[in-house]
Each structure stands twice: as C-alpha cells, then as structure tokens.
C-alpha cells in the first residue's frame, strides 16, 4: 500500500505564505486528521497532495520516492483520491453513469450498460450500500451520495483517500455509517486524511493528528490528545470558557408568541421572551426551529397565532414591518440567506437599514457610512476595509456582519437560528460575547441550534421543541443533554427512527 | 525553493505591499473597456483623417443614443440580475402609439408623448410582474413580451409606416447646434446615475441582483424590486423610441428591431455581471459609444456591413471574456 509524505511544503500566493513548511505522512491503514481553524491552511494541503496545487517549496513523496503531482490525473494515477466537500456528482444522471462519469465503458462505440451496470454493482457492494445502480443520484441523501464518491474513489483503485469534511452534512447515524466504512478501508490498508471541525470525532476515527495555525506547522500529536489541548494547539491560547454566557436579570417581556400554528409543522406554538434573556430552543432536527423562527420574522406565513413585539402585534408575513416592530434574524444559512458575498462588507452592514433611513427615496449615504464604520468597528470585524467584499471574510467575520446589519437597526428582539455554524472556535466566543452585549442593553434573544453544549452554554433558559410542539421548558442550570433529548423525542413515537443531529459543519 | 523567513498575517487578500506596476495592471484590468475605446479612437484617428472632425463625432453621438437609452434601461434589470430582450419591441410600439395617438385619434402633442411612455411602462410592468409574481424567468417573460410588442405594433399600424408631428420631431431634432438624441442620452444616463446610486430603489436593485433571499430577508420588497427594474426599462425603451420617431419623422413598425442585444452587449461591456448585483451606468455608457465608434470606424473604412457584424460579436466576446478573467483575479 501506498504512503504519501508530505515534507516542508509551502504555498504562496501573491505576498501571503498560505501554507509554510508543513510535513504530513499519511501511512497505510491509518487516519491522519488535519486540524485547524478556516484559513489555517487544511485545503491548500489538500489541494497539493491532490495535484491541483503545486508546492512552492518542501517535496512530496510516495513510498519513500519524491514525485511531482501535476494535475488531479497524475494525483489519481498515484492512487489519490478526494471526497471534497461539496461533492462533484451530476444528479441527473444515474449512480452507475457517476461512478463511471468521464470513463464510460464502451463497446463499439456504444455505451457499454451491461458492463457498467455489473461493475457498479460490485463498487457498491464494496462499501456496503444497497442502491439500485439506476437511481438517480439527486434522489440519493447526502450522506449515501457521499459514500458513492467513496465507492467511486475504490474503483479507481485508491488506496489514499482525502475525506475533506466529509461529516459536516451528516446526522450522528450516518456519520456511524461513514465510520464504519472507515473502519473497513483501513483494515484493508487504505490511509486517509480526515478533516473535521468536530473535535469529538477525532478520537473516534483518527489515529494522529496534525495542527495548523495560520498556515504553520504546530505540531503532529496522538488523536488521544485530549479535546483542550487540541483547541489550545489549533488556537494558540487557551480558551477558558466555551460559553462566556453572563445572564443578567430577565425584566419585560419582549417577544410574546402565543398559538403559533401553521399545518402539522408548527403547532400551537407558545412562549415568551423577556429582555435581557436568552432563550434557546432546541430540537431534533425537522422538530420545527427554523420554521418557527422564520415565522415569528415573517419570512413565512401562518395559519393561526399571534406574534407581539414589546406589547405591539406584528401584522403576519410581513418581514419588512416586523423590522421595523424591532426584530430581526439572523438565519441558518449566511451564505445564501444573510449576506450579499459579492458586496461591500459597508454594503451588507447597511442592508436592513438603507430603506429605513432614506429620505423621499434617497439613501442618506453619509449618515449610512458613518453608521456602517461605527458598527464594524463596535463588532470588531476583522477586514482589510469597509469596501472589501464580504466574501472574502472569515466565516466567524461574516457572521459578525449580519449581527451587525441588525446592531445598526438597533433592534429589540433578535432571533438566531444556527449562530455559530461553521465559525471557528476562537471566533464562535466572540459571536457568544456578541450575545452578551445584546442582552446586557436590554435585548432579548431566541437562539435555535443544533448544537446542543451551545445551547446549554449560552441560553438562560432552555425549551425544547418536538414535532411542532413545545415538548418543554427548562432553566438552563437544571438543563442536561439527557433532559434535553427526551422531551426532543417525546412527540416522535409515530414518526420515523429518531434522527440527532449535531451538525454545526459549514457550507 | 524559497523559505520567506516570516510568516504572513492570512487576513484579506489585499495583504502586501502594491508596487507600481501592480497598480497599472489593475487600472488596465478595471478599465478595459474605456481604454480599448480610447485606444480604437487614435488608431482610428490615424488611419482616416474623416474619424476625429466634428460632424462625425457628434455623428457618432446620434448613432450611440438609442442604443444607450436603452442600455440605461436594461442596466437596472441587468444589475437586478434579470435580462430585458423585449427593449427595441417597447421602443417601437411605444413610438407607435405615440404617432397612432397623434394622427389617427388626434390627440395633443404632449399626450400623445405621455402615452407613450405610459406604453413602456406598461409592457414593462407586465413583464415584471410576470417575472416577480408568476415566476416566469426573465428571460422567457420579456422573450414573450418581445413577440407580444412587436405584433402590436404591426396591427396598431397595418403594418405601415405612420408620421409623427412637430414636437416628436424635435426629438430626432439638432437645437442649438447640439443634436437632441445626444442630449436626451446624457439626460437619461444621468438619471439611470441618480437612481442606481442615490437612491433606495436603486441600491435595492443592487441588493437583489447580489443575493434575493438575503435582501428579502433585510426588509427589501423584492418584488416590488423586481417590477420597478422592468417598468423602468420599458419608460427608458420609450424614450428611445421617441427619438429614434423624431430622427425618422416617423414611427417605423420595424424600428429598433434587434437592438435589445445591442443594449445587452452595451450592458455586459461595460462591466456588468449577467448573474446581477454588479453594473454602472457609466460602463455602459462606454460600452454603447464603444459599439457606436466600431460601426461609424468601419463605415468610414469601407468596412462592407456584413463584417461589421463579424467584428462586433468578437468585441463582445472579447470584451466579457476579458472581465470574467479580470473577476476570476479578483476573486483569489
């Protein structure tokens, strides 16, 4: 079987060393995680192993022999194979035609279905999924078309496979499932490179561990290392406090939602949040949440309920006037949902509030500036100016812009839905401090996420959703995770096998 | 292999020192389209002493106006990430009814002109509000609003020819010793400027060519966004109708046939992103003059009109191509 080595490489662009000296070996049989917070420099690695980069300095070897790995061809050829995040599958098209995309068997010409069909057959086999071979790929879950690209690598004969975030869509039981196969892979000789941002998963599948921090090598540790010392490497300071939560004394109630009810979705939905409270609602995933949330924003409508804002109804389905009643979002996805990429970090930090302030249709440009550099001042957004685009900003800095769009809007009331969904750890304190400083003004807060420790860390007290029913209330110090999940299941029993999800993998 | 002895701090990509060269390369690079006219005009100017005299150029003026008024138009669809082909269709039968009000109906000058622009409003409107409410794509709404137009204007007309009065004519007109076209170009440029710039509807238009979720989702009417873009464009399609009446005397049942792609390639030479959220008004100004300078340079050069057809399409895919490498640059 095959080692891969990876001694002192360095990657530049421009003026910036992205990747400097760092040395991964990836032995047979093993899983080397790669450890780092975004913009660490994990995929630049990647991308030199997998032959779409090449290194400007250190070498790459494979048993022992320097090479160089010009294109993704000559990486393949090497028996180097990526999982990439976002996975490369037409979903038109058949398993069997993506496990073969670009290589159809033919015979005189002509499609070979018979051939590809058994070869497919047996791809699948391998990994264990149990497909009909002519199902669409679009129809197939995340999860089950992740291992088809695993099956495909096999195919090809790979016998180092680059796993990039591979668990970050997963639930918890596929994520067993993709374990599992590793498992397997490795009893069979296949080294790997695992990337996760989930710590508890490293001692779960990994055998070393190798940190990088800005793009520098930190060091190469067991996986056993335990998950603190770990952040402490990745960060490079320790982190005292995960959830630096300071409750302060809940006074009136701010958001009132009383009946919510809409289909089989949300049923009957009742709650209260007072000012300077955070309340975090939790759930299996498909329990409600979102759909909760956007309804209280009125993103979507409802059939039935009321939704008061500091002792004022909000009219349904209107988002732009339950802004102006003093709400605003903060949605799951800030990709597609909260921020315009290609925009100004000013452009996006302005958007809720340029309508606002505009006087006979003209936008007050200066008063928005001004307003736009206090507030990404005040949030301490890392940029290289107001007028960089927001795309080019960390994950944990383009969250803070969408909390900031609302920081300008000044709103009483603001509804999070996944706030800490792919932002690193050292930057997902700095959202939590940013929660802090809304309820300490006198804001109110409903989180929902699927991260359940965040929930217990950062709200003051805890309700827990099932089915479209609030199945619970709690305190936050009297909230377990035990607690938590049996009032999360506790209206499922008709409904299919209770599903956990704790994703908090990014886009 | 180099071993910089210090490592770089990884925030922004804009990191480092810029060298003077590095500043040329970008200004080359933001600025395509205008140096490649500046660069067509002096190689013009040298190759036929007929290019830079007064009377061509403002020659030149009079052929790029229609086109830019409705480049202008077709920015704010454009920028709000949908495509207007039915923009020469509306210039035609806007300045139809213009002329069939007029002669047929006998009514006033001034109202006839306000119906008009009521009429590319209106076509505008209804393509918008196919577009914003039926979720038909922009590009089928105004396909279909295009034929629609058109046909309407060969039935208003029987397919004639109908001549327009006076103060239409003004429009096609030289007053002052400026041609009108010219002047109702920078007009309506200017105001295509204000609005995409100064005000809330046109920076909602940015917002929601950029990403329409996020925009709903910070209070922005994105429908109403949506319609305003199309009912713009079909005023601003009017106005160019109206002048192209005013230069003819008359309103043409074939007028501006295929020069919604004209006013598209003035819009993407310019800079703008057929995927929205990005465009200005003065790069398609340049965009419009640059098409103007190809086919006047052409003409003057004896150029026969068939390979001027060649020509500009390889300008277009010259020029996007260009800019899509200059954003793949920019994007690292």
């Not at chain 2, 400026?178 to 809330?200: H, K, Q, R």
Request: hydrophobic share 45%; charged share 20%; with cysteine.
């Amino acid at each position: 079987m095959t080692q891969l080595s990876l001694v002192g490489v360095s990657k530049i662009f421009g003026s910036s060393k992205v990747v400097d000296r760092v040395s991964v070996t990836v032995e047979p049989g093993k899983v080397h995680v790669l450890l780092g917070e975004n913009g660490a420099g994990k995929s630049t690695v990647i991308k030199m192993m997998s032959g779409i980069y090449q290194p400007d300095g250190g070498r790459i070897e494979i048993d022992g022999k320097e090479v160089r790995i010009p294109n993704v061809d000559a990486a393949r050829r090497f028996g180097i194979a990526v999982i990439h995040q976002e996975l490369n599958m037409v979903p038109e098209l058949s398993i069997m035609e993506n496990l073969f995309l670009g290589a159809l068997p033919t015979k005189g010409g002509f499609v070979d279905r018979a051939t590809m069909k058994r070869k497919a057959r047996e791809a699948l086999t391998l990994i264990g999924l149990n497909e009909d071979v002519s199902t669409p790929m679009g129809a197939l879950g995340v999860a089950r078309q992740q291992m088809v690209e695993i099956a495909k690598a096999l195919m090809q004969d790979a016998s180092i496979l680059i796993l990039d975030e591979p668990t970050a869509a997963l639930t918890r039981k596929e994520c067993e499932q993709l374990f599992s196969i590793m498992a397997d892979l490795k009893a069979k000789g296949v080294g790997m490179v695992f990337i996760s941002h989930h710590l508890d998963e490293i001692a779960r599948v990994g055998d070393v561990v190798t940190v990088l921090r800005d793009g520098q090598y930190v060091g190469t540790v067991p996986a056993s290392t335990p998950e603190a010392e770990l952040v402490k490497l990745m960060v490079g300071r320790s982190i005292e406090n995960q959830y630096p939560r300071v409750a302060g004394k809940p006074s009136k109630v701010m958001l009132k939602v009383d009946g919510l009810t809409r289909g089989d979705e949300i049923n009957s939905v009742s709650f209260e949040v007072r000012a300077g409270e955070v309340v975090g609602l939790a759930g299996l995933v498909g329990a409600g949440r979102t759909e909760v949330i956007r309804a209280i924003f009125g993103a979507d409508p409802y059939d039935s309920g009321n939704v008061t804002v500091d002792g004022k109804p909000v009219p349904k389905a209107s988002i732009a006037r339950t802004i102006v009643a003093g709400v605003g979002l903060v949605p799951e996805d800030r990709r597609d949902q909260g921020l315009i990429l290609d925009a100004s970090v000013a452009e996006n930090l302005g958007l809720a509030t340029m309508i606002p302030t505009s006087r006979m249709g003209f936008v007050d440009r200066n008063g928005q500036r001004k307003r736009e550099k206090e507030t990404a001042s005040k949030l301490r957004i890392r940029m290289a100016s107001i007028d960089q685009r927001t795309g080019a900003l960390s994950g944990g800095n383009q969250q803070k812009a969408v909390f900031g769009k609302w920081s300008m809007a000044k709103v009483k009331v603001l509804l999070l839905d996944e706030p800490t969904r792919g932002v690193d750890v050292g930057a997902r304190v700095e959202i939590y401090e940013l929660i802090n400083e809304v309820t300490a003004k006198g804001g109110a807060v409903l989180m929902a996420s699927s991260d359940l420790p965040e929930v217990l860390g950062m709200s003051d007290r805890v309700l827990v959703m099932s089915n479209g029913h609030i199945s619970g209330e709690m305190p936050a110090n009297e909230a377990t995770q035990e607690k938590v999940m049996a009032l999360a299941v506790s209206h499922m029993q008709e409904a299919a096998t209770p599903e956990i999800n704790e994703n908090k993998g990014e886009h | 292999m180099t071993a910089v002895q210090q490592a770089q701090p990884n925030e922004g990509y804009e990191s480092g020192a810029i060298s003077t060269a590095d500043k040329v390369k970008k200004f080359v690079a933001r600025n395509g389209a205008l140096l490649g006219l500046v660069v067509l005009c002096i190689i013009l100017s040298i190759a036929t002493p007929a290019f830079l005299t007064g009377p061509n150029i403002l020659n030149v003026g009079i052929q790029a106006a229609t086109v830019a008024i409705l480049a202008f138009g077709q920015t704010f669809v454009i920028v709000a990430a949908g495509i207007d082909l039915s923009v020469g269709s509306v210039a035609a039968v806007s300045s139809m009814m213009v002329a069939y009000t007029g002669a047929s109906m006998g009514l006033p000058v001034w109202l006839t002109i306000i119906v008009g622009l009521l009429t590319g409003a209106g076509f505008g409107a209804l393509s918008g509000l196919a577009n914003a409410f039926l979720k038909l794509p922009s590009f089928i709404a105004t396909l279909a609003m295009m034929s629609v137009a058109r046909g309407l204007t060969l039935v208003i007309s029987d397919g004639r020819p109908v001549s327009t009065s006076g103060m239409v004519n003004f429009f096609g007109s030289t007053a002052l010793g400026i041609p009108v076209p010219i002047v109702m170009m920078v007009i309506m440029g200017v105001l295509a400027a204000v609005i995409l710039n100064f005000t809330s509807a046109g920076r909602s238009m940015y917002a929601v060519g950029g990403n329409m979720e996020a925009s709903r989702l910070s209070g922005i009417n994105v429908h109403k966004t949506q319609v305003m873009v199309f009912v713009l464009s079909g005023i601003f399609a009017a106005v160019a109708g109206l002048v192209i009446a005013g230069r003819l005397h008359s309103a043409q049942p074939q007028a501006a046939t295929g020069y919604e792609m004209d006013a598209i390639a003035s819009v993407v030479i310019g800079g703008a992103s057929l995927s929205g959220g990005k465009g200005k008004v003065s790069g398609t100004f340049i965009g419009a003059i640059l098409l103007a300078v190809i086919r006047n340079g052409l003409n003057i050069l004896n150029v026969s009109s068939f390979w001027q057809q060649v020509v500009i399409g390889l300008v277009i895919a010259f020029a996007v191509s260009f800019d899509t490498l200059r954003r793949k640059e920019d994007a690292h």
